[in-house]
């Protein structure tokens, strides 16, 4: 049984025939194009977050020594206290070696305290957050770790964007 659709696109000349079909193609190959520019982004921004905060917690692990290895928790959290100038990270975390908590900071006070497992020192997205833990040692001590919890809002704005921008070009192509 032929559709409508069918039997218009069959009663079409050649030419408009072609063109349709130069346009078709010309739409999927953009569409996967964009397709794969707008994940290699997403790709790279998320990158770039976890390494800015990992390079971030790295230097907070390493001006944590001295107050862990003299068990200084008010100059520790003196320490903790340089996460409200870090725009992305939420809450900050310092734990002994044996894993018993040591101080934090709460940028927000409605967010409820992590229960990930420490045994990994790791940088990865869970929740809508990205999670960081990082070592804290000097000359190979090791006094304990950092855990950082970071906001993905201002990620997930910049890609709904980026999504947005993709849709409309797609949809201009298309006119």
Sequence with gaps: MITKTKL?????????????????????????GLGLLLTNDIHRLKLDLKNRVKTNAELMANYLVVPMAFDDKEGALH???????????????????????FNRIIKDRNLNPSNLPLSTLTNFFADNMLHTIVPIYKNNIHYGKLYLRSSTQILDQTINFRITLVIFLLLVMTL
Excluded: C, R
């Design 79 to 101: 320490l903790l206290e340089s996460v409200n100038l870090l725009q992305e990270v939420l809450d900050a975390q310092s734990y002994t070696k044996n894993n018993n908590a």
């Design 8 to 32: 218009l696109f069959l009663n079409l000349p050649l030419k408009h025939k072609l063109s349709l079909l130069i346009v078709g193609t010309t739409l999927i190959t953009m569409g996967i």
